[in-house]
């Protein structure tokens, strides 16, 4: 049974930092491009950050580049998600999510496993 397990959510304040871990069971980590993505109160969950299987490749939208910073460590099945400068419209669910198929994709259909998601808080 696959699960992606988030954490290191929390409260900071505007300019801070934070850092997102999501642990991966149940599957081949290395064989998965990883992806994160959020979902802020009456908004729909949008795509913040992927990185690709081997030698890798990551890709950001406009919101959060330069800002956030996707890593993963194979050897322990996660994902990690660095957050700084953070600003209250970062306010959000952020969700780790799995992919099987090789490329990045920005598509939350394109993604198989989710997890269940760990709040983020930015204070003005």
């Known amino acids: 049974q696959v699960q992606l397990v988030e954490s290191g959510g929390g409260l900071v304040q505007a300019g801070g930092s934070l850092r997102l871990s999501c642990a991966a069971f149940?599957?081949?980590?290395?064989?998965?491009?990883m992806g994160w993505f959020r979902q802020a109160p009456g908004k729909e969950r949008e795509f913040v950050a992927a990185?690709?299987?081997?030698?890798?490749?990551?890709y950001y939208p406009d919101s959060v580049k330069g800002r956030f910073t996707i890593s993963r460590d194979n050897a322990k099945n996660t994902v990690y998600l660095q957050m700084n400068s953070l600003k209250p419209e970062d306010t959000a669910v952020y969700y780790c999510?799995?992919?099987?198929?090789?490329?990045?994709?920005?598509?939350?259909?394109?993604?198989?496993?989710w997890g269940q998601g760990t709040q983020v808080t930015v204070s003005s």
């Open positions: 990185i690709s299987r081997g030698d890798p490749a990551t």
């Open positions: 999510a799995a992919r099987s198929g090789p490329y990045i994709k920005v598509v939350l259909d394109e993604y198989d496993y």
């Open positions: 149940g599957l081949t980590f290395s064989n998965y491009v």
